[in-house]
């Protein structure tokens, strides 16, 4: 029997923890998977558990919650060719819905253990995690630093407006020092994004609809907001009119190296996780990881299955 690896957070989105196990459950069994349920743990090592599973044969592994979740599970498989599906039970689920990933969890699981396609995703390496939507440093990391799990529980993403409204009217621009495949540049800016998908903050907002999660290349996006209003405009132009020049922000493509060193530093979250501080050196890693997507009904039979 095939064997799968659930590695589920047991505090993401506002689901309940039984109905999603006993979901879990009577759909492996539908397609004959046996299923090891694994509840994820602050400070864990869980690339080593999920290597270890690995060894055990474990051939599938689902990443269950939000996108800080599957970019830890993503970060133990880059480069192993073993394949990950994602159940969307976080509060954004963003990287879910850029993919087709449906956000029902029964629809979902019918993705991760029926049939699917593989899709090749890129991701951005920072240290020893792996990225596969954005990295950013400013307000934006500022704002998911001081929302607490409990509050993305209860609130969603009216947490994250409810704290950023203070954090972005508040913020000042400052010089950043940025290095794009090698080559510096100095810029004033508020903030500085890094997109390797085309969502920018969420699914329906994005700068650029061309972005790919699987073309081999991230976005370097520099900010030159001055108040709160100017994000609101960004956010209004991200949402009506994406893909056209600005004069709010400067664009560079990277496809080895980027490197963030603002002056003073700040905060630094990737896929929604708050992670440290400036400066930060990211690589662009194209194929990073196997991920289960949804089969396009034009795909037919041509599509790759698992």
């Not at 830890?72 to 394949?83: E, F, N, P, Q």
């Not at 020893?128 to 939507?133: A, E, K, M, P, T």
């Amino acid at each position: 029997m095939k064997k799968a690896f659930i590695v589920l957070n047991p505090v993401a989105g506002q689901s309940e923890p039984e109905e999603l196990e006993a979901a879990i459950a009577e759909h492996a069994r539908q397609h004959d998977w046996d299923c090891h349920l694994h509840h994820t743990a602050e400070e864990e090592p869980l690339d080593e558990i999920i290597s270890r599973a690995q060894e055990e044969g474990y051939e599938l592994f689902v990443a269950g919650g939000g996108d800080g979740t599957v970019s830890a599970v993503a970060s133990a498989l880059a480069g192993t060719g073993v394949t990950m599906a994602i159940l969307p039970v976080g509060t954004g689920n963003v990287l879910a819905r850029d993919l087709g990933i449906p956000t029902e969890p029964e629809e979902a699981l019918e993705v991760a253990f029926g049939r699917h396609k593989v899709l090749n995703l890129d991701g951005l390496r920072s240290n020893d995690r792996l990225f596969l939507l954005n990295v950013s440093a400013g307000p934006i990391a500022d704002t998911m630093r001081d929302v607490s799990s409990d509050e993305k529980r209860r609130f969603g993403i009216a947490a994250y407006l409810a704290e950023g409204i203070g954090k972005f009217a508040g913020h000042n621009r400052r010089r950043f020092l940025v290095s794009v495949d090698g080559q510096d540049y100095s810029f004033n800016a508020s903030e500085a994004v890094v997109l390797n998908s085309p969502a920018f903050g969420g699914p329906n907002l994005t700068l650029d609809p061309d972005t790919r999660v699987d073309d081999g290349r991230v976005e370097v996006y520099l900010l030159r907001m001055k108040t709160l209003g100017d994000y609101v405009r960004l956010a209004w132009k991200a949402l009506l009119s994406p893909g056209t020049h600005s004069p709010a922000f400067q664009h560079f493509v990277a496809r080895e190296t980027v490197s963030i060193a603002p002056d003073p530093p700040l905060p630094v979250q990737g896929d929604g996780d708050y992670i440290g501080q400036t400066p930060i050196e990211m690589r662009v890693l194209p194929g990073a990881v196997k991920v289960a997507v949804p089969i396009p009904e034009e795909d037919g039979q041509m599509s790759e299955e698992e």
